[in-house]
């Protein structure tokens, strides 16, 4: 009689290698993973008090040097705080704790527990969208997301009256003194060419 032999082999967890990129902002770092965090979507948490829905930002507060987290489809942007003098003082132990985290199956976010306010940020459209408001937040979504997130950051729209785009900065954008520059010379210029009802485009830090 013959029996034949089923051998199960157990990968285990992927291995994560992280790696860091620096943004134009120098209080922040973007911590890059070999795996999706948050496909397609981003969210900022700009103290610990906000950072409830996402484990790994709960987790990433618990280090004194940790002021804001920002978290995008691969990768975690950390703004530091003031006292912290140099980033590559602490890469090292974010660098070892986000691959150990990820490794052993450690929750991003939990969907369920994100509250979604009317005033909120969001390119996403909606059906109460006006014609312009749809093309502004299409402009962002094709045009600046791309361009933004490689620096480590978001810009979301918040609100349009009148021929002003006020829109939200997040991440490395926030309190980067490059932003402003980029919003004026790059961003409203473009949305003047593209879209001739807006008149000026101004932003706020989240």
């Not at 004194?64 to 132990?93: C, E, G, H, R, Y």
């Not at 976010?109 to 006006?130: C, G, H, P, R, Y």
């Not at 480590?152 to 520059?181: E, R, W």
Request: aromatic content about 8%; glycine content about 6%.
């Amino acid at each position: 009689m013959r029996f034949k032999l089923k051998v199960m082999i157990k990968t285990g967890n992927p291995v994560i290698s992280i790696y860091t990129e620096m943004t134009p902002n120098p209080e922040t770092m973007k911590f890059v993973a070999n795996k999706l965090l948050y496909p397609g979507k981003s969210i900022d948490f700009a103290d610990e008090s906000l950072a409830g829905p996402s484990p790994l930002a709960k987790e990433l507060f618990s280090f004194p040097f940790i002021k804001s987290v920002f978290i995008a489809s691969n990768f975690v942007t950390l703004t530091k705080t003031a006292d912290t003098d140099d980033w590559q003082d602490v890469i090292p132990t974010i660098k070892q704790f986000l691959k150990d985290y990820l490794e052993n199956g450690g929750a991003v976010i939990n969907e369920d527990e994100i509250v979604v306010q009317k005033s909120d940020a969001t390119n996403n459209i909606s059906a109460d969208d006006d014609d312009v408001v749809k093309r502004i937040k299409e402009l962002l979504e094709n045009y600046v997301k791309p361009a933004v997130e490689m620096d480590g950051g978001a810009i979301q729209f918040k609100s349009y009256d009148d021929g002003v785009v006020n829109l939200m900065l997040q991440g490395s954008c926030s309190g980067c003194p490059s932003s402003m520059i980029t919003l004026k010379a790059g961003i409203e210029g473009m949305m003047k060419r593209m879209i001739p009802e807006v008149k000026e485009v101004v932003a706020e830090a989240e």
